[in-house]
């Protein structure tokens, strides 16, 4: 399978635009360099965007022919925009969010007015309960504010993700593709079928009450930053690390405090902004290292299972290509999250149409845009998000009994 994408749509906006690149630089061209170094000048480009126009139509904008870093990729958004020559058919990837979009009450509204995602939460909410002692359901609608704390934040996430995605899939969107940030990996793998059910609630219970009862201390800061800038400031500080690769300037290192807010100094000083995290504890990063062992020895008890469509993971920062054993969700407590990798890598390979991400509120949407998403849609546009909400989403994925065109790609 190339990097471009396997679809025919793809390889036929490549070929063409190929050509007509060769045509103006006077030479061979690959769908892998980049636009900025084929030296095509401003009078080259108007003509490439007027033959663009007179070929497929009014696909892109004439900015869109500098905004993307290789040929393949100017491809890939031509192919994605053009809705004129080819039919529309949806490929929808789900993207999990993590920990830190918990909100009480989160999906209240819809648990209320929707009976196929009521039944679905009811289903995780039974599974988690034998090791919680405590309903997901009743978290939720309480309000209850221990939402927040380690514990509960990353299994009631599960629960709502996993019945999000069921729902969506009981209305007819399937998803070619799944990946999920951080935690959000665990309702990804169990909608791609390398995990039942019983088992991710297992595993998500266990590996939130370990987490929960390491001493605090650490912390996690975000920084407008490229990986390339933060790097030699990490390096003179051997209690932070990179947790998080967001996008191409968007950083998140996870460590000691202090350290934490000397880098942040060295960056201010130079015009780049950062942010301290709400959270208690240096996640993604060898702080979570006591919790390992035992985390590992029970999660050695779960049979690793395939997946049975493409599943990309964060730990890996591509396709998922054999089972999911105790060794990978190990690894995945202490690496940082290669959330720009994965994406890319998605992106490249399953030409989705549309990217929807799951989770009681949209979080992730703007890096998945920054990343050269085609249409992204949040499945809870807003907090408290209903029926209603959830019907204008499923229709824009042409299912359900609204489906409807969308206005935009």
Same mark, same amino acid.
């Given at each position: 399978m190339s990097a471009e994408g396997p679809g025919?749509? *793809?390889?036929?906006?490549?070929?063409?635009?190929?050509? #007509?690149?060769?045509?103006?630089?006077? +030479?061979? $061209?690959?769908?892998?360099?980049? !636009? $900025?170094?084929? =030296?095509?000048?401003?009078?080259?480009?108007?003509? !490439?965007?007027?033959?663009?126009? =007179?070929?497929?139509?009014?696909?892109?904008?004439?900015?869109?022919?500098? /905004?993307? +870093?290789?040929i393949g990729d100017l491809a890939r958004h031509m192919a994605y925009r053009d809705m004129r020559r080819f039919p529309r058919q949806v490929r929808a990837a789900f993207v999990f969010?993590?920990?830190?979009?918990?909100?009480?009450?989160?999906?209240?509204?819809?648990?209320?007015? /929707?009976?196929?995602?009521?039944?679905?939460?009811?289903?995780?909410?039974?599974?988690?309960?034998?090791? !919680?002692? %405590? /309903?997901?359901?009743?978290?939720?609608?309480?309000?209850?504010?221990?939402?927040?704390? %380690?514990?509960? &934040?990353?299994?009631?996430? @599960?629960?709502?993700e996993y019945a999000l995605a069921r729902t969506l899939e009981a209305s007819g969107v399937v998803p070619v593709a799944v990946l999920g940030h951080g935690i959000g990996e665990f309702a990804a793998?169990?909608?791609? *079928?390398?995990?039942?059910?019983?088992?991710? &609630?297992r595993l998500i219970a266990l590996r939130a009450a370990f987490t929960e009862y390491l001493p605090p201390g650490g912390g996690m800061m975000a920084a407008c930053a490229s990986p390339d800038e933060v790097a030699p400031l990490v390096a003179r500080e051997p209690g932070v690390d990179v947790g998080v690769l967001n996008?191409?300037?968007?950083?998140?290192?996870s460590g000691d405090i202090a350290g934490l807010h000397r880098i942040e100094a060295d960056l201010a000083a130079r015009g780049i902004s950062c942010r301290h995290l709400p959270v208690t504890h240096a996640f993604n990063s060898p702080q979570m290292a006591p919790v390992v062992p035992k985390f590992e020895a029970a999660a050695r008890r779960v049979p690793g299972g395939s997946?049975?469509?493409?599943?990309y993971s964060t730990v890996d920062g591509g396709?998922?290509? *054999?089972?999911?054993?105790?060794?990978?969700?190990? #690894?995945?407590?202490?690496?940082?999250?290669? @959330?720009?990798?994965?994406?890319?890598?998605?992106?490249?390979q399953q030409e989705p149409t549309h990217v929807v991400e799951v989770g009681p509120r949209p979080v992730l949407t703007p890096y998945l845009r920054r990343l050269g998403s085609p249409r992204c849609i949040?499945?809870?546009? #807003?907090?408290?998000?209903? &029926?209603?909400?959830?019907?204008?989403?499923?229709?824009?994925?042409?299912?359900?009994?609204? &489906?409807?065109?969308?206005?935009?790609?």
């Open positions: 025919r749509q *793809g390889a036929a906006h490549r070929e063409w635009l190929l050509e #007509r690149l060769a045509h103006y630089l006077g +030479r061979a $061209v690959e769908a892998t360099d980049p !636009l $900025v170094g084929c =030296e095509l000048d401003s009078v080259a480009a108007l003509s !490439l965007y007027g033959d663009i126009e =007179e070929e497929f139509g009014p696909i892109i904008d004439l900015d869109d022919i500098w /905004s993307h +870093r290789t969010t993590g920990q830190g979009c918990q909100y009480p009450g989160m999906t209240a509204g819809l648990y209320l007015d /929707s009976a196929t995602y009521r039944g679905h939460l009811d289903e995780v909410s039974d599974a988690l309960l034998p090791l !919680l002692k %405590t /309903s997901v359901v009743d978290l939720i609608l309480r309000e209850d504010p221990r939402i927040h704390d %380690t514990a509960y &934040a990353q299994v009631s996430l @599960f629960a709502v793998a169990t909608v791609a *079928g390398a995990l039942a059910l019983s088992d991710a &609630a996008a191409a300037r968007s950083t998140v290192l997946p049975r469509l493409p599943l396709l998922v290509s *054999g089972p999911l054993y105790a060794p990978h969700w190990s #690894r995945q407590l202490t690496s940082p999250i290669r @959330f720009a990798d994965a994406v890319r890598a998605m992106l490249g949040p499945v809870c546009p #807003r907090a408290d998000c209903d &029926a209603v909400d959830l019907a204008g989403v499923i229709s824009a994925l042409d299912a359900g009994p609204l &489906a409807a065109e969308p206005a935009g790609a």
